[in-house]
Nanobody, 124 residues
């Protein structure tokens, strides 16, 4: 079973930046897309960003486009999410995930490995 471990969450003020990191325990995900989801209290888990196995094909939700940047080295088992100009509505638990295939999609059912999550809280 692949384990994904996130780090980098915390409490920040609106307008601040934060960088999340995720590392997988198994080399098998090196050929799979990786990405980030988030879940706010009483809301469904939603896609934030994804990136292909080779560091290309980056995709973002409309709510974070232009503020967040996902990155990954080619065939690496680590993925990062640089979050800038954070807003209170970005407050959520952020989950790292690995996709079933090499190219990311926003369909949550296409992601089959999940981390435990890291809390991001943005105060106004």
């Amino acid at each position: 079973q692949v384990q994904l471990v996130e780090s980098g969450g915390g409490l920040v003020q609106a307008g601040d930046s934060l960088r999340l990191a995720c590392t997988a325990s198994d080399q098998t995900v090196s050929n799979n897309a990786m990405g980030w989801f988030r879940q706010a209290p009483e809301k469904a888990r939603e896609f934030v960003a994804g990136i292909g196995w080779n560091g290309g094909n980056a995709a973002y939700s409309d709510s974070v486009k232009g503020r967040f940047t996902i990155s990954r080295q080619r065939a690496a088992t680590s993925v990062y999410l640089q979050m800038s100009n954070l807003r209170p509505e970005d407050t959520a638990v952020y989950y790292c995930a690995a996709h079933r295939s090499a190219v990311p999609s926003s369909n949550i059912r296409a992601w089959n490995h999940w981390g435990q999550g890291t809390q991001v809280t943005v105060s106004s």
